[in-house]
């Protein structure tokens, strides 16, 4: 597929940052749905235009 393979190395902070930002993610998403902030949610009143909005 590529003419000469390339060997990426990462420093062992790189490594531990994609790990901690998988996990803080994680936990941001499972936080927010666990208090129920969908419910503030202005975008939901007026559904229609947020889609046709959101659809241009």
Do not use: D, E, Q, R
């Not at 803080?24 to 009143?45: E, M, P, Q, R």
């Amino acid at each position: 597929m590529f003419p000469s393979p390339i060997v990426v190395v990462l420093p062992f902070y790189l490594k531990l940052l994609t790990l901690f930002v998988c996990i803080v993610g994680g936990l941001t998403g499972y936080l927010i749905s666990n208090v129920s902030l969908f419910f503030l949610n202005k975008a939901l009143n007026n559904y229609n235009s947020s889609y046709f909005l959101g659809s241009i």
